[in-house]
């Protein structure tokens, strides 16, 4: 419930995962396309799978818990278990060159594992355009 209601609330094209939350080590990256299309997957082939089932981003197959409650999902076959990391201190020119040459979407920054923060495609083209209207700091316009 709480995916759906992520989707539902957000407009993020994608999702850090991470090991742990106050850790915020990185295990993967999930696009909202692929947790949408997983979703509906395990939906349509579990029909006992409800609200209040766990979902894991590990590999595995579907578990039932031992204790006769809701059935759990692995979600791990739709996550990108080895995402593009940056740390906070490589070169703008550097990650510029990443985006264009290898066409991302997004790359993770991180530093020693741990999640920092996102990089957008949106966001270098924004700090492109910003820097194309000021020279030296000072506005152009």
Do not use: W
């Amino acid at each position: 419930q709480d995916l759906e209601i992520l989707l539902e609330t957000t407009t993020y094209h994608g999702y850090p995962i991470v090991a742990d939350t106050q850790l915020n080590i990185v295990i993967g990256y999930v696009s909202r396309n692929d947790l949408i299309r997983a979703l509906k997957c395990a939906r349509d082939k579990h029909i006992d799978l409800v609200n209040a089932s766990r979902v894991y981003f590990s590999d595995g197959l579907m578990r039932t818990n031992a204790g006769g409650g809701p059935i759990s999902v692995s979600l791990g076959k739709f996550v990108n278990h080895d995402p593009i990391c940056i740390e906070p201190k490589t070169p703008l020119a550097h990650t510029i060159d990443m985006f264009t040459k290898l066409g991302l979407s997004q790359v993770l920054v991180t530093h020693r594992g741990k999640l920092k923060g996102i990089i957008t495609r949106k966001d270098v083209l924004r700090h492109i355009d910003y820097l194309k209207t000021t020279v030296n700091g000072q506005n152009l316009f």
